[in-house]
């Protein structure tokens, strides 16, 4: 009997160890498959969320895009076009648009005229003393929203200290900004001067502003840089937008990085919270910060569960009653039951693995932009079907893998790509060895015979495993309108000649090249004889043919190393790369000008052309800027025109 009281409790004692582990492991299991949706949660909501905020990026860079390339846009067109983007309808929190013109000091006459050849009466009013040599940033088009301030153009905002610190800070750097201006205490200080106290509460009605910077390419009297700014309230649309039919049993606050001397609130740095249902971050199960950028602007996605998303439910205590309850009838049988148990729990752990790698492959496939998965050797993990399009073959079947898995990625894009690769390369290693946080760079493809860009941004995997998230995204159709908008500020659309101030730009750096080097630099001033009774007699068509012409013949009969710009009206301007002596100058000249002694023929008719040309020639060392060198050629042009026209007259002016 002893005997048997012994085994029966040793039976009893090791069924109820056995209860109780079975118990514990199926706790774990429980949090840690809760732990894994989570996070799946999380990774969904910060995709989607960069997306949708690239997307309010791009809006504001299309806006600017079309207000500050070309001409000087009238008001009524800039807000036309915004209306017709439908970009407040899309995006209800942007509370208006506003076009702000970076304008240096010395830049500020011409930046005026050129503005009021569309608004007659545009007049710059500051808000304040700027510090000395400070930009002024004046607003060139305000198209209000939701939330009408009270901005006109002319309103020169540079004294507001958060904006114009934001935005030199920036711009130094070529990125979008974020900034507040509700806590600067400039504000309160320009509401004072201005007698104006309802100031500083209207501007709390908005949450932050983001500001957008556009390359107007150098336009002649329009300032240095365009930046388009929106002011945003109620952001939290942003995550009824981004977040469209995603699991809601998250809370979510996003916060972004407002950079400048006006920030000190905390509060102020939160744009958007999303907490119903799962309530407070103090009291949730899980909670997780993820960080991400777009065009230069740091965000803060912080995600948190409900107090019961790590609740295992009634399954642990069910196990520890039956094991018990089996413990009691033998030792034996409450070991086997254990095991099975066990053995059923590593089943579910399994199971759950598998739903959530299966699940990860949906969001995968889901997303539009070719995403590519490599480990920390190069090797592609896994990609989307959208992967299979970008390297120019179909997607595979449903349930396969894409056949690039197992290969190197750079190997794999080098059969796509239309050029280098190294830079890429070198950006994938600063990820991976933790040099930089993420990267994002533009490379060509082509696929199909078609050239096209495609932007590469890699950020890393919080692993296990570790490695590169790469996502890929056309971005065509903004690199040709960047290489039209550049073409446009840099070229005379009639003739294809350099314009005026592209002139100026390449011509310093051909005057640096030439330091240090023999011989003489020379500039022709050419002006088309008789052009104006020309345009009067046979019509603007055919004066604008003959400028074509002119230019065509002015180009083939110079060097390949020579400048050719078309100055304005019937004046174009050379500059002479080095030259051996005076008498080469002359040579090249006298060739210009018989270029241009020939008839011009539009239809049945035909008019004689000739023109009238100045030359200046000095030593190479004697040139430092070329402005003095083409002042002297239009002197010298106005020489020949008093002489009759159709000859070339010299000059060597003395510039030290």
């Not at 971050?281 to 107090?307: K, Y």
Request: proline share 6%; net charge negative.
């Amino acid at each position: 009997m002893r005997a048997a009281r012994r085994g029966a409790a040793v039976a009893l004692l090791v069924g109820a160890l056995s209860a109780v582990l079975g118990a514990t492991y199926a706790h774990r299991v429980a949090v840690d498959s809760a732990q894994e949706r989570f996070d799946l949660s999380g990774q969904r909501a910060t995709a989607g969320l960069e997306q949708e905020l690239q997307a309010y990026i791009d809006s504001l860079h299309q806006v600017g895009a079309y207000a500050a390339v070309g001409p000087v846009k009238p008001p009524a067109d800039v807000e036309a076009f915004v209306r017709e983007t439908g970009v407040f309808e899309r995006f209800s929190s942007l509370s208006g648009i506003v076009v702000l013109r970076r304008v240096a000091p010395e830049a500020r006459a011409d930046f005026l005229a050129a503005m009021r050849t569309v608004q007659p009466e545009f007049t710059i009013v500051g808000l304040g003393p700027l510090p000395p040599g400070a930009p002024s940033y004046v607003i060139e088009h305000h198209v209000p929203g939701a939330l009408d301030l009270p901005l006109f153009p002319g309103l020169d905002v540079a004294a507001i200290d958060s904006v114009r610190t934001e935005l030199e800070w920036r711009g130094a750097r070529g990125e979008a900004g974020a900034g507040a201006i509700q806590d600067d205490p400039s504000v309160r200080r320009i509401a004072e001067q201005l007698d104006a106290p309802g100031l500083t509460p209207m501007l709390e009605g908005f949450d932050f502003f983001l500001a957008v910077p556009v390359d107007a390419g150098g336009d002649a009297g329009r300032g240095e840089t365009t930046w388009v700014a929106a002011p945003i309230g109620g952001f939290d649309e942003v995550f009824a937008r981004s977040l469209e039919g995603q699991p809601t049993d998250v809370g979510m606050d996003l916060t972004v990085n407002l950079t400048g001397p006006a920030v000190t609130d905390a509060s102020v740095r939160q744009v958007a919270r999303r907490s119903d249902p799962p309530g407070t971050m103090a009291d949730a199960a899980f909670s997780r910060e993820l960080t991400f950028q777009t065009s230069g602007i740091d965000w803060t996605l912080t995600v948190w569960s409900s107090p019961t998303a790590a609740d295992p439910g009634p399954v642990p205590l069910l196990v520890l009653g039956f094991g018990l309850a089996a413990s009691a009838l033998a030792g034996a049988v409450v070991l086997l039951r254990g095991v099975g148990r066990a053995r059923r729990a590593e089943l579910a752990r399994l199971e759950v693995d598998h739903e959530r790698v299966r699940a990860q492959g949906d969001v995968l496939a889901a997303v539009t932009e070719a995403v590519a998965l490599i480990g920390d050797d190069g090797v592609i993990r896994a990609a989307n079907p959208a992967w299979d399009r970008l390297c120019g073959r179909s997607p595979a079947a449903p349930g396969t893998e894409t056949p690039d898995v197992g290969r190197p990625y750079l190997e794999v894009l080098a059969e796509a790509s239309d050029g280098d690769l190294s830079l890429l390369a070198a950006a994938i290693e600063r990820v991976r060895s933790g040099g930089t946080a993420r990267a994002e760079m533009d490379v060509a493809l082509r696929t199909d015979g078609t050239r096209w860009w495609c932007s590469v941004r890699i950020t890393p995997m919080e692993g296990p495993p570790h490695g590169l998230v790469l996502v890929h995204r056309d971005v065509t159709d903004r690199r040709n309108a960047e290489r039209r908008a550049e073409r446009r500020a840099s070229h005379d659309p009639l003739t294809g000649l350099l314009n005026r101030t592209a002139l100026e730009h390449q011509v310093t750096g051909a005057i640096l090249h030439a330091q240090g080097r023999e011989g003489y630099l020379g500039v022709l001033f050419v002006d088309i004889d008789d052009f104006k009774a020309l345009n009067d007699t046979s019509g603007h068509a055919f004066g604008d043919a003959a400028l074509r012409a002119a230019a065509a013949r002015l180009t083939r009969s110079v060097r390949g190393g020579d400048l050719v710009a078309r100055f304005g009206g019937d004046e174009f301007v050379v500059v002479l790369a080095p030259l051996e002596s005076v008498a080469a100058a002359e040579a090249l000249a006298d060739r210009v000008l018989r270029a241009l002694d020939t008839d011009v023929r539009v239809g049945t008719v035909t008019h004689p052309l000739s023109a009238s040309i100045g030359l200046a020639v000095a030593p190479v060392a004697e040139v430092e800027q070329v402005t003095a060198l083409i002042d002297a050629a239009d002197e010298a042009m106005y020489r020949s025109k008093r002489g009759g026209g159709g000859r070339v007259t010299v000059v060597q002016p003395t510039l030290r």
